[in-house]
């Protein structure tokens, strides 16, 4: 538990202070040459900490397994645009998105430190999420809700070892670990069904065309060579992303249906 509220506690206070700084950054950029002065600066300052503070607040008194999801979101949108704008080498997308995480400087630090935290959320979203499925499911479903457990661990475990490994220190570990999270989380996807066998048709469909489009991708990159490996990866994530927040939000509908339990068994 107290993993999990440090894990949540940094990631909000990383996200909030990432999306306040790309948005100031924008502003600056469409207001040239304009400086405040410290007074003005102070208030500007204060009115924007007790706005997410308000914010923050309010999340915390409601915290859900979809708002958890949520926040993963926003943590990689967030780490992921700020990395972006900060980044020195103007050309790594020519590279791959772990170019972002090598080197020195803002830019690596944020990229390396969103996915360790990104892995760390997925953990804490897993012992909720199959809280909320063991609520649901006939009490001979345990072996299931462990696999699906262990399975959605190992991904945020992975996701995690992306960040702590970075590619310029260990590029084949760094790949190995890309590789394996990637194909840990596609393989999950393909074992929702059997894993949750209660979910709705349309959902089933939904993860069918997810994998669908994850190899279709995968065949622009190679072997026709439309995609680089950084657009392969950006669609590929949001592929991923998009299918983990309709899981979680699948879960959610359920339960707040108020379905009986005994959906699910062995």
Do not use: C, K
Not at 189 to 198: E, N, Q, R, T
């Amino acid at each position: 538990i107290g993993v999990d509220t440090v894990a949540l506690t940094v990631s909000a206070v990383i996200v909030v202070s990432l999306l306040t700084g790309t948005v100031f950054a924008v502003l600056q950029l469409a207001f040239r040459d304009f400086a405040l002065d410290p007074p003005a600066a102070a208030v500007v300052t204060g009115a924007v900490a007790a706005v997410a503070a308000y914010l923050l607040t309010g999340a915390a008194s409601q915290l859900t397994t979809r708002a958890i999801a949520n926040l993963l979101a926003m943590l990689l949108v967030s780490g992921g645009l700020a990395s972006m704008l900060s980044a020195r080498n103007t050309t790594w997308w020519q590279h791959n998105f772990s170019a972002l995480g090598s080197g020195d400087g803002f830019s690596p630090y944020t990229f390396n430190i969103t996915l360790v935290f990104a892995g760390l959320v997925i953990i804490t979203l897993t012992h909720h999420l199959t809280h909320d499925i063991q609520q649901l499911s006939a009490t001979d479903a345990t072996s299931r809700i462990r696999v699906l457990r262990a399975w959605l661990i190992t991904v945020g475990a992975l996701f995690a070892g992306v960040g702590m490994v970075s590619v310029d220190e260990a590029e084949p570990l760094h790949i190995v670990i890309a590789t394996t999270m990637s194909v840990a989380f596609a393989g999950l996807i393909a074992a929702s069904g059997w894993l949750v066998p209660w979910l709705p048709r349309s959902f089933a469909f939904v993860s069918v065309i997810v994998l669908g489009a994850f190899g279709f991708v995968a065949l622009l990159m190679w072997p026709i060579g439309y995609f680089n490996l950084t657009a392969m990866e950006l669609l590929s994530s949001i592929l991923l992303l998009t299918w983990l927040l309709l899981f979680v939000r699948a879960i959610a509908a359920t339960a707040d249906d108020d379905q009986p339990g005994g959906l699910m068994s062995d």
